[in-house]
T-cell receptor, first 111, second 113 residues
Framework: NAGVMQNPRHLVRRRGQEARLRCSPM?????VYWYRQLPEEGLKFMVY????????ESGMPKERFSAEFPKEGPSILRIQQVVRGDSAAYFC?????????FGPGTRLTVT | GENVEQHPSTLSVQEGDSAVIKCTYS??????FPWYKQELGKGPQLIID???NVGEKKDQRIAVTLNKTAKHFSLHITETQPEDSAVYFC????????????WGAGTKLIIKP
């Protein structure tokens, strides 16, 4: 059973561009969580999704950020018009219910 | 709101000694408590977890204890080795938060040779 996959592993964007981060959950997992982590800091919850539904997006900025988990395909975290402050590691985790299994993360650098 | 406090933020121990990291939680309804290890440049990895129907769980050199009355749980690592150096996160599952994990702030464990 393959683990949680994230791509790309590293992403460089110029200010104003869009960033798309992908997460493929473990087989059989229907819950996906996205977290953001700055260097030397903890995990900051962003959004929790089930297939075709956003369950909790209380940690997501109201503007420029969106997430989806379609019936088919990976979950996508989309950041529009990126700014330098968006530079961080973004992790997704998948879950059957309860325990979460993390992917390797996408390191976003905004230049 | 729900909260998980983790201490210490940094822990430095001599190789071969034991390390203990403690967490407290606020919601008495929580019943699942995992511990994650995050190495530099990697995603957090689940290393051990405990459910509220047991007080202790062991897996080789690591163990977790749970005191439901006091609402705290601890990670114990014995005979520490250099590869134990990492950041460790505790979490508690909150039923009222759509079964989400509430996370501690992390402990940076440094193993001195």
């Amino acid at each position: 059973n393959a683990g949680v996959m994230q791509n790309p592993r590293h992403l460089v964007r110029r200010r104003g561009q869009e960033a798309r981060l992908r997460c493929s959950p473990m087989k059989g997992h229907s819950h996906v969580y996205w977290y953001r982590q700055l260097p030397e800091e903890g995990l900051k919850f962003m959004v929790y999704l089930q297939k075709e539904n956003i369950i909790d997006e209380s940690g997501m900025p109201k503007e420029r950020f969106s997430a989806e988990f379609p019936k088919e395909g990976p979950s996508i975290l989309r950041i529009q018009q990126v700014v330098r402050g968006d530079s961080a590691a973004y992790f997704c985790a998948s879950s059957p219910v309860g325990e979460q299994y993390f992917g390797p993360g996408t390191r976003l650098t905004v230049t | 709101g729900e909260n998980v406090e983790q201490h210490p933020s940094t822990l430095s121990v001599q190789e071969g000694d034991s390390a203990v990291i403690k967490c407290t939680y606020s919601d008495s309804a929580s019943n699942y408590f995992p511990w994650y290890k995050q190495e530099l440049g990697k995603g957090p990895q689940l290393i051990i977890d405990i459910r509220s129907n047991v007080g202790e769980k062991k897996d080789q050199r690591i163990a977790v204890t749970l005191n439901k009355t006091a609402k705290h749980f601890s990670l114990h690592i014995t005979e520490t080795q250099p590869e134990d150096s990492a950041v460790y996160f505790c979490a508690a599952l909150y039923m009222d938060s759509n079964y989400q994990l509430i996370w501690g702030a992390g402990t940076k464990l440094i193993i001195k040779p």
